[in-house]
């Protein structure tokens, strides 16, 4: 682990989109692995108070963190973060995720997303910086007619969100294909939950949540009254959907070992791996797990299902294993844990009941 500081010590990391969930369990995880971090995000989603927070859960490695608030759809912003400091890898988590909100303003996510990343992809080629980790989601699978979903299935997107990730991941390659000096990962998360063990950070959304176990977190501290349940006869063991859900804190982890790879081996060309846990777990089992884990009963209201949800979704996890050397460690006890002790620690997120929308 020494040996590893030490080298990361001389490295110096762009996060984009840093102040959000992953990002900011991942900065933590690179400041803690001996990195420097620059965060750049225009905290459309996240606000600062993150960022203090992931500095002082880094200790002694916190004066390693910068923060610029700016927006990737500003090329000259953009500049300016690349030419006070050199990096050396950036990790690219910054981008729009809400699915129903891409059906209704999809130019908003094409422009968000794509346009902010062929900045991105410009400036760092401008600066000679051309290793990349970007964050794809499973949402490439579409509907997957088979599980466990392997990286060479056919990809196909369902709305214009996961339309920017198919994009994005084909923008990527063919900018390596060009350029064979780019090194890109390219990392298709699951459905990652859960909050750093200390409950000082953690997912805080604005608005009404869209994911499952936020909105489950809102119900079970009085947000909300009810946890409405999207579908019960599906084809599975309970009839509800079926996840592979995946803790922040080994999602985070995930990134780590993709950049060491990056920095260690030559021959990377554009890579993808799944970042998933490789189980499926139901949305009843889920919150049985959640109510366990907080002793708060989560009211359930069954309604038809979700369009465009698919039935079950879990990942292949063994490509990331034989060639990152990671595997999620935790399973949806812990997440449930950890998800309930940053959500009764910060009820309202990051903000206060006046400032939360
Ligand atoms: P998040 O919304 O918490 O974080 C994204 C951050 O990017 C936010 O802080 C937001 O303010 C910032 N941002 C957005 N557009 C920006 C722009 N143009 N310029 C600068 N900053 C910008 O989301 P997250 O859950 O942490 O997701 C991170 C990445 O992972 C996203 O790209 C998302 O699509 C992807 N992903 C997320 C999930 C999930 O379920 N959370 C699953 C698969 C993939
Ligand atoms: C999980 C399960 C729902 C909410 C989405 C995106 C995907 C990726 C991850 C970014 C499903 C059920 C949910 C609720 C429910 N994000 N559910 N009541 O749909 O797997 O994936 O997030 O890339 O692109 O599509 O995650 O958390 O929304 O749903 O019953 O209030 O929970 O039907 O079975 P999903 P989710």
């Known amino acids: 682990m020494d040996g590893n500081i030490e080298e990361a010590k001389s490295k110096s990391i762009l996060v984009t989109g840093g102040a959000g969930y992953i990002g900011s369990h991942t900065t933590l ?10 965060v750049i995000d225009n905290l459309d989603n996240s606000c600062e108070e993150a960022i203090q927070r992931v500095a002082q859960l880094a200790g002694k ?68 910086c051309k290793k990349l980790v970007f964050s794809s989601s499973a949402t490439v699978y579409g509907q ?36 064979p000096e780019w090194k890109i990962m390219l990392l298709r998360y699951f459905n990652p939950v859960g909050a750093h063990p200390s409950g000082i950070i953690g997912e805080d959304p604005r608005g009404i949540p869209n994911n499952l176990m936020p909105f489950v977190q809102q119900v079970a501290v009085g947000r909300r009254p009810e946890l409405t349940v999207f579908g019960t006869d599906y084809k599975t063991k309970d009839g509800t959907g079926v996840r592979d859900y995946i803790h922040v804190m ?17 021959d990377i060309g554009c890579e993808v791996y799944n970042l998933g846990s490789g189980r499926g777990t139901s949305v009843l089992e889920m919150v049985a797990a959640f109510e ?10 069954f309604v038809d299902r979700r369009p465009g949800d698919s039935e079950t979704v879990y990942a292949s996890t063994e490509k990331a294993e034989k060639e990152l050397n990671w595997k999620a460690q935790y399973g949806i006890e812990k997440m449930c844990r950890d998800q309930w002790n940053w959500s009764e620690k910060n009820p309202w997120g990051y903000r206060s009941p006046e400032t939360t929308d």
């Open 29 to 38: 995880q690179l400041l803690l692995g001996g990195y420097r971090v620059a």
């Open 61 to 128: 490695y916190g004066g390693n963190l910068t923060f610029h608030q700016a927006d990737l759809r500003d090329k000259e912003a953009l500049e300016k973060v690349f030419s006070v400091e050199k990096f050396d890898a950036v990790i690219h988590f910054a981008g729009l995720k809400a699915v129903g909100e891409s059906v209704a303003k999809p130019l908003l996510y094409y422009n968000n997303n794509i346009v902010g990343t062929l900045n991105l992809l410009e400036v760092m080629i401008a600066h000679d």
């Open 144 to 179: 997957p007619k088979e599980v466990p979903c392997t990286e060479d299935f056919p990809l196909c997107a369902v709305n214009p969100y996961g339309r920017t990730k198919l994009f994005i991941e084909e923008i990527c390659c063919d900018a390596q294909r060009a350029d």
């Open 250 to 266: 080994d999602l985070s982890d995930g990134h780590i070992a993709a950049l060491s790879k990056l920095f260690e081996t030559n």
């Open 292 to 301: 366990k884990a907080s002793g708060k009963k989560i009211p359930l209201k």
